[in-house]
């Protein structure tokens, strides 16, 4: 497999998509080695179809704000692989939103699903409307516009959509009663429903909860756990909000949130009452970080910065794709940092990641380490298909073992002769493997 070669072929047809070149050069670099020694990948021409996507679908979105003004937004599905089960993947509604970061995501999101062991193939979707600052009757009859378009892709066995940046409980929900009256069925299409109507216990915690069980077991390896370490967390929405529940109770002290503003440093810990904040700041939508600082007199609030100049032991990046530099890797690594886990997608920069395999930093891709989101997905879909709903001990319990074998997977694949596990490349391996294999099982489709 010639990587450079198949690049500049993938940077002539998708000419400005940085986001989505970024992330197939990544899954390419690691699983180079495995798919040369494997000539029936070639063969069946895996590589060239895995970085197409089935489909993509592009449509308007108008809705009528409560002003009367009509407004027209793009709505986007990109459906990717569904080799190994339906489409699976999340909606977006946030003003960034375009094709390269749809496809990016959609890409990321073969593996990530193909890790979890459940039957998901890879999908994602959005559109760059933005939910800040409209009224609930503009959110519905923007989400009702959008489902009219949607409905005819999706289906429990064929794609099944869930919450992403803009798109929490509310947007789930009149997304769902939308499909629900056009497709006069009421089935488990959605995924992050409310609990009353379907939705799974744990679902928003769950990729904050998987992000710090995937952690805690990179540091067993090395024969360390959470406990006593300080711990820096960007973000301050659902993944944010899990990640410090789950590593405050497992012992750590978390002591940075962040948002587009800047950052807040509380060297008290942020737990109890403060975790619960986060709900607050997260539904107001005002989408800043400030106000933790007038509410708690022992924090920091430190503007127009990311919260990597901090000294701690393990960094959980929760907001965003690339919000994690170079710059920002030599400071973690300079202040000591052992272990660094993605609760976003693709949040540390390939100069980021390199600084980290360097100095044999605990990294653990964002398609393995918050791959819990998604697998409590499926686990919602599961509890659908059986119309039966676990507690949320039951969930939590399923979550965490996959989570386990997430981590043994990308060991396995990603240990080399010195002891050192490259996770992104183990992560990588273990989620092409299984794919690949079924596209060749079920030939040239």
């Known amino acids: 497999m010639n990587v450079e070669k198949i690049m500049q072929e993938l940077e002539r047809k998708n000419p400005g998509e940085v ?9 390419l670099e690691s699983i180079e080695e495995v798919v040369n020694e494997h000539p029936q990948f070639e063969k069946a021409g895996i590589i060239e179809r895995l970085v197409e996507p089935d489909r993509v679908l592009m449509f308007k979105v108008p809705w009528v704000g409560d002003d009367g003004v009509v407004n027209v937004n793009r709505g986007f599905r990109v459906q990717f692989n569904n080799a190994i089960g339906p489409y699976k993947g999340g909606l977006r509604f946030h003003p960034s939103v375009n094709l390269s970061i749809l496809k990016f995501l959609g890409f990321e999101q073969i593996f990530k699903n193909s890790l979890t062991t459940l039957p998901m193939g890879g999908a994602k979707g959005g559109s760059d409307f933005n939910p800040k600052g409209k009224s609930d009757a503009e959110v519905m009859r923007f989400c009702q516009s959008f489902m009219l378009e949607l409905w005819k892709l999706i289906g429990p066995e064929t794609d099944v959509p869930a919450g992403d940046i803009g798109v929490g409980g509310r947007e789930i929900g009149f997304l769902f009663g939308m499909y629900r009256k056009l497709a006069r069925e009421n089935t488990g299409v959605l995924t992050g429903k409310g609990i009353n109507w379907g939705g799974s216990l744990i679902r928003p915690e769950a990729t904050g909860f998987g992000n710090v069980y995937f952690a805690a077991e990179m540091l067993k390896t090395k024969g360390m756990s959470f406990e006593g370490k300080t711990v820096a967390i960007s973000g301050f929405g659902n993944v944010a909000w899990g ?17 587009p503003d800047g950052y807040i440093y509380d060297p008290e810990g942020i737990s109890g009452k403060k975790i619960e904040y986060l709900l607050e700041l997260r539904a107001s939508n005002q989408d800043i970080v400030k106000p933790y600082s007038y509410e708690f007199p022992s924090a920091q609030f430190i503007p127009g910065k990311r919260p990597w100049e901090v000294k701690v032991d393990i960094a959980l990046p929760c907001a965003t794709q690339n919000e994690l530099g170079k710059e920002d890797a030599l400071a973690l690594v300079k202040n000591g940092c052992v272990c660094v886990s993605e609760g976003a997608n693709m949040p540390s920069t390939p100069e980021a990641i390199e600084v980290f395999m360097e100095n044999k930093i605990l990294f653990a891709p964002g398609k393995a380490a918050n791959a819990g989101g998604v697998a409590t997905s499926g686990l919602e879909m599961t509890q659908n298909s059986m119309k039966l709903s676990w507690s949320s001990e039951e969930v939590d319990q399923r979550l965490h073992q996959i989570m386990i074998d997430i981590h043994a997977a990308c060991v396995q694949h990603g240990k080399d002769s010195s002891g050192f596990v490259n996770y992104v490349k183990g992560a990588n391996i273990a989620g092409f493997l299984k794919v690949a294999n079924s596209m060749i099982d079920q030939g040239i489709i």
């Not at 986001?19 to 899954?27: D, G, K, P, S």
């Not at 990640?243 to 948002?259: F, M, N, P």
């Open 243 to 259: 990640a410090a529940i789950k590593a405050t109770e497992l012992g750590g002290k978390v002591v940075t949130i962040s948002g």
């Open 19 to 27: 986001e989505y070149l970024q992330a197939v050069r990544e899954v």
